[in-house]
């Protein structure tokens, strides 16, 4: 089972591009009255949050989705427009309590490939990856099909190491022992 979770005005984004939502969470303040409306006409189960919450709407829709148990989960986001929500975005996405899953989202430009353990990507060849470590170092980094091959290496936070690496096949796996690592690519 596919389940969709939008989060506030993420919901119309969803819809429009033909999604069948079946959850909507989040403190409602983006979602237009025609779309509430629609909630409810549809039956479309949804969470409503006060805004003044201890989460974003993104971490809300995460979690949310988290009970559905699946084994992938992708993200699909529009422009923040804030630059604060977008390091927040990233960060998100590399918090221990989703590495259960294999987590994916396209955000702004960007794709971004969650590594906890090992990944296996499809790319161009000459397509540009960038490995950048969350919440510290990421240790025993191994990468295959890529052009600056790691093995068993650190990538330190805050080191722009693994920026701009580029696929010499069209897989890449990318291993990382301890830690985190986000792979992103361009959209």
Request: hydrophobic content about 45%; aromatic content about 4%; overall charge negative.
């Amino acid at each position: 089972m596919v389940a969709v979770v939008a989060a506030d005005s993420g919901y119309e984004r969803a819809t429009a591009a033909g999604f069948e939502v079946d959850l909507v969470v989040g403190d409602l303040d983006s979602l237009s009255e025609a779309a509430r409306a629609e909630l409810d006409d549809r039956g479309t189960a949804f969470e409503a949050y006060p805004a003044d919450k201890d989460a974003t709407d993104l971490e809300l829709a995460l979690d949310a989705a988290l009970r559905y148990a699946p084994s992938a989960i992708t993200v699909v986001g529009g422009r923040t427009g804030r630059f604060d929500h977008a390091i927040g975005q990233v960060l998100l996405l590399g918090h221990p309590k989703y590495s259960g899953v294999e987590l994916d989202a396209l955000l702004d430009d960007g794709v971004v490939h969650v590594v906890h353990g090992t990944r296996e990507l499809r790319g161009s060849v000459g397509e540009t990856i960038s490995l950048v470590p969350l919440h510290g170092d990421a240790r025993g980094v191994t990468t295959a099909g890529l052009l600056y091959s790691l093995s068993d290496d650190r990538l330190a936070a805050g080191s722009t190491r693994g920026v701009s690496n580029e696929f010499v096949s069209d897989r890449a796996t990318i291993t990382v022992r301890d830690g985190v690592v986000i792979a992103v690519r361009a959209a």
